[in-house]
C-alpha cells in the first residue's frame, strides 16, 4: 500500500471517529464461495451478512456511522482468499466476516493481520485458525477438535461393534476433522477398519464403494464437504450398500440432499444447535422466510459474526483492530447463536455440536 493510500485510510477512520462528521461509511466484508461448489454456503454467508448490515444500519449503524458491505468470492482457494483479502485491505475494509473453507480462512488471515484487520469466521473449524496467536482472528462456531471427538463419542455410545471406515477429501477441513474423529474414536474402542482419502472435485467414487463393501463397514465417517458425500451416498445406494454416513458441518445445507434424493435418508452429521429454533430469533427467522428465503445452516451464523463484531465496536469506540479485538476477547456478546465469548485465542468458548439425520429432506435433531 502506498503512502498516500496509508494517509487517505487515516483520515477516513479518524472521519469514522468523528460521528455525523465521518467522510465515509465504515466499510465491512464478507468473504466466501459465492460461485463454485460451495456456492450454496456462499449464498447463506452473503443473506446473513445483508441482513445483518440492514439491521444494524435500521438501528443508527455503528459508531453513528453506517456500515457498507463489500463480498469477497473466494471460491474456498487459498490463492483467491488471499486475493480477496489483499484487495479488502486496499479498500478500506476494516472488519470481515469470512471466510467459510478453513484453507481460505487460514492465508487470508495473515493478510488481515497485517492490514489491520478483524477477522471473525462463522464457519472455520480447523484448530489451526486460531492457534498461531494471531490477535485480531476470532470464530462464532466451534473446532474440529471439538466435533471429531463428539461425532466418536456418539458412534461409540450408539453403533457398538460395528465396523467404521474414515474417509477425507485431502482439504484442511476434511483431512483435520477426519483424523479428529479417528483418533478420538480409536481411544473408545470403535473399530476402524478402514481410512482412505479420494480427490474432490471427481464424479465417480466406485471404487471408493467397492472398498467400503470389501471392509464391510457398517458406517463411513467422511471429513469433507456437501457434493463429494451426496455423491458418496447415492453410489453406495446404487451399489446396493447401506452403509451410513457420518459427516460434519459442511454437509449442513439442503443442496446435500438436492444431490442425494432420498438415498440421503439416514445420513447423519455434526453441527451446533439450530438457531432457528431459538423462539428468540423467531422474528428474524420470519422475516428471511417473507423474502423467500430459508436462513438455514451458516445465514444466522455470518449474521452473528457482524453482530459481534459491531458490539464491540460500540464497546471499544472505536474500529481500531487492535481496541476492537481487545474488546472481542473481554466482552460478552448477545447474538443469534445466544450468548458468545472469546477466549485468549479466539476461539468461541461453549459452541458445543449436535447430531441431525437427514429425513425427508430435511435434517432434524438425531436422538
Known amino acids: 500500500m502506498n503512502r498516500f493510500k496509508t ?13 455525523g462528521s465521518a467522510w465515509a461509511d465504515i466499510q465491512i466484508g464478507v468473504a466466501g464461495p459465492m460461485t463454485g461448489s460451495e456456492a450454496s454456503i456462499g449464498e447463506q454467508m452473503r443473506k446473513g451478512a445483508e441482513r445483518a448490515v440492514a439491521d444494524i ?39 470481515v466476516a469470512g471466510h467459510y473453507c478453513s484453507s481460505a480462512s487460514i492465508p487470508a488471515s495473515d493478510v488481515y493481520a497485517d492490514s489491520g484487520i478483524v477477522q471473525i469466521t462463522p464457519a472455520s473449524t480447523n484448530p489451526t485458525f486460531t ?19 463428539t461425532a466418536a463419542g456418539y458412534v461409540a455410545k450408539n453403533f457398538p461393534g460395528k465396523r467404521v471406515a474414515v474417509v477425507n477429501d485431502k482439504s484442511t477441513y476434511g483431512k483435520g476433522l477426519a483424523d479428529q474423529f479417528e483418533a478420538s474414536a480409536k481411544k473408545q474402542g470403535v473399530a476402524i477398519v478402514m481410512n482412505e482419502a479420494i480427490t474432490a472435485g471427481e464424479k ?3 471404487a471408493l464403494v467397492t472398498k467400503l463393501k470389501q471392509a464391510r463397514a457398517d458406517y463411513v465417517f467422511f471429513g469433507g464437504y456437501k457434493t463429494e458425500a451426496g455423491l458418496i451416498v447415492r453410489q453406495m445406494r446404487g451399489a446396493g450398500l447401506t452403509t451410513v454416513l457420518i459427516g460434519g458441518d459442511a ?4 443442496e446435500f440432499w438436492s444431490i442425494t434424493g432420498p438415498a440421503g435418508a439416514g445420513t447423519l452429521m455434526t453441527f451446533g444447535p439450530d438457531p432457528r429454533l431459538d423462539p428468540a430469533n423467531a422474528a428474524l427467522v420470519k422475516a428471511f422466510r417473507d423474502a423467500k428465503y430459508e436462513p438455514e445452516a451458516y445465514t444466522l451464523y455470518t449474521y452473528a459474526s457482524i453482530q459481534v463484531w459491531a458490539q464491540a465496536a460500540a464497546v471499544a469506540k472505536s474500529t ?6 481487545d474488546a472481542l476477547r473481554k466482552g460478552q456478546f448477545k447474538t443469534v447463536l445466544g450468548t458468545i465469548d472469546f477466549n485468549d485465542k479466539g476461539d468461541n468458548s461453549a459452541p458445543g455440536y449436535v447430531f441431525y439425520v437427514w429425513k425427508d429432506g430435511k435434517y432434524v435433531y438425531a436422538k
Open 320 to 325: 481500531d483492530v487492535r481496541k476492537v479485538s
Open 204 to 206: 465417480d467414487y466406485n
Open 251 to 254: 454437509l449442513v445445507t439442503e
Open 57 to 95: 444500519n435500521a438501528k443508527g449503524g455503528v459508531l453513528g456511522q453506517k456500515i457498507k458491505l463489500t463480498i469477497g468470492d473466494d471460491r474456498c482457494d487459498p490463492k483467491e482468499a488471499v486475493s480477496v483479502a489483499n484487495n479488502f485491505a486496499d479498500e478500506g475494509v476494516v472488519f
Open 131 to 149: 492457534e498461531r496467536g494471531l490477535k485480531n482472528v476470532f470464530r462464532v462456531c466451534g473446532r474440529d477438535d471439538a466435533q471429531g471427538p
Open 7 to 19: 494517509i487517505l485510510l487515516a483520515v477516513t477512520a479518524a472521519g469514522v471517529l468523528c460521528g
